[in-house]
Nanobody
Framework: QVQFVESGGGLVQPGGSLGLSCAAS????????MGWYRQAPGKQRELVAT???????NYADSQKGRFTISRDIVKKTVYLQMNSLKPEDTAVYYCHPIGTRDSWGQGTQVTVSS
């Protein structure tokens, strides 16, 4: 059974940092490109960052220089380190493989507010 369990969200002040984790199971994690997505209230889900099986990374323009995606193949876990957080980063964050129709996890809520 495919499963993604995101964790690490919370409430943080603007300029603060959070580290998210996503544990994956039921997929061939080592060969898939993984992505972090987010969905803010009333908005469509958007892609934040991706990491290939070889470790190459890519980021949406608004996250470049602030977010870092990484993965641990053995632990089947993908991470997102978020620094210099802004109120507009407030959203539910999800991880998911790129280009598959697997089900989505519950996500983890990130709230950036003073």
């Amino acid at each position: 059974q495919v499963q993604f369990v995101e964790s690490g969200g919370g409430l943080v002040q603007p300029g603060g940092s959070l580290g998210l984790s996503c544990a994956a199971s039921g997929i061939n994690f080592s060969i898939l490109t993984m992505g972090w997505y987010r969905q803010a209230p009333g908005k469509q889900r958007e892609l934040v960052a991706t990491i290939t099986s070889g470790g190459s990374t890519n980021y949406a323009d608004s996250q470049k220089g602030r977010f870092t995606i990484s993965r641990d193949i053995v632990k089947k876990t993908v991470y997102l380190q978020m620094n210099s957080l802004k109120p507009e980063d407030t959203a539910v964050y999800y991880c998911h493989p790129i280009g598959t129709r697997d089900s989505w996890g519950q996500g983890t809520q990130v709230t950036v507010s003073s």
